[in-house]
C-alpha cells in the first residue's frame, strides 16, 4: 500500500516536498516512479528512480526542477519540486512496480492535489 501527501497550494517560483510511504517489508524491492495527471488530461510519466536510488529518469518538462530520491530505511520515496510552474497543476501519485515503472505499474498511491498559483 502507498500512502501520498505533501501537496498543496504555491505560488509559481515555489517548492514542495511529496513523499510516498509505502508499507511492508519489500520496498527496496520495487521500483518506485511518480506521475500527475491535469484536468481533462491524460496521466503522465514524471519521475522514477531504481530500487537502490543510484539511477533516475525524469520528464523533459520537470527536468532540473524536480528531484525524486529514497529513503529505503523508510520506506519513502519523495519528490522535491523547485521552481513550480503554473502547468505543473495537477494530481501527483506514486507508482512501485517490481519491475518497471509505467502507467501499468503494480501499486499506486491515492494521489495528493499540487496546485501551482501564477
Known amino acids: 500500500q502507498l500512502q501520498a501527501s505533501g501537496g498543496g497550494t504555491v505560488q509559481a517560483g515555489g517548492s514542495l516536498r511529496l513523499s510516498c510511504a509505502a508499507s511492508g517489508r519489500t520496498f527496496i524491492s520495487y521500483v518506485m516512479g511518480w506521475f500527475r495527471q491535469a484536468p481533462g488530461k491524460e496521466r503522465d510519466f514524471v519521475s522514477k528512480?531504481?530500487?537502490?536510488?543510484?539511477?533516475?529518469y525524469y520528464a523533459d518538462s520537470v527536468k532540473g526542477r524536480f528531484t525524486i530520491s529514497r529513503d529505503n530505511a523508510k520506506n519513502t520515496v519523495y519528490l522535491q519540486m523547485n521552481n513550480l510552474k503554473p502547468e505543473d497543476t495537477a494530481v501527483y501519485y506514486c507508482?512501485?512496480?517490481?519491475?518497471?515503472?509505467?502507467?501499468?505499474?503494480?501499486?499506486w498511491g491515492q494521489g495528493t492535489q499540487v496546485t501551482v498559483s501564477s
Open positions: 528512480i531504481n530500487r537502490s536510488g543510484g539511477t533516475t
Open positions: 507508482a512501485a512496480d517490481p519491475v518497471v515503472v509505467t502507467l501499468g505499474s503494480a501499486y
